[in-house]
């Protein structure tokens, strides 16, 4: 995502889920052939090396847990907390998939008992 308007379009008529070092919002959107990414990391989060690092775990994420998606015809926004930079790379991670799942991101388990 580059454009102003497509994160405030998310911002104003997506879904978010706020957990102790990221803000995940989303949008679905039929009209995109993938998942369109956003990583939001302001001066807050630290230093430019603390946010490209804070953008690379990010981006890391959404390569690794995607091809779990339900649907990935959907906008998806990442914004980093100031905590963030201090959290370790797995504490990201479960903070960002325990968002993720209380968006409803995830293809529920078929249950063939």
């Not at 405030?8 to 009209?31: C, M, N, W, Y």
Request: charged share 30%; hydrophobic share 35%.
């Amino acid at each position: 995502m580059n454009s102003r308007a497509e994160f405030a379009r998310v911002k104003t008529t997506g879904h978010a889920k706020a957990g102790r070092f990221v803000i995940l919002s989303t949008l679905e959107d039929p009209q995109l052939e993938s998942i369109r990414t956003g990583f939001i990391t302001t001066k807050r989060c630290g230093k430019a090396t603390d946010r490209n690092l804070l953008r690379r775990r990010f981006r890391s994420f959404v390569q690794q847990h995607t091809p779990r998606f339900e649907n990935s015809q959907r906008y998806l926004v990442t914004i980093a907390r100031p905590s963030a930079s201090k959290a370790s790379f797995d504490e990201l991670e479960a903070d960002w998939l325990r968002q993720a799942k209380r968006l409803g991101l995830f293809a529920q388990p078929s249950d063939n008992s």
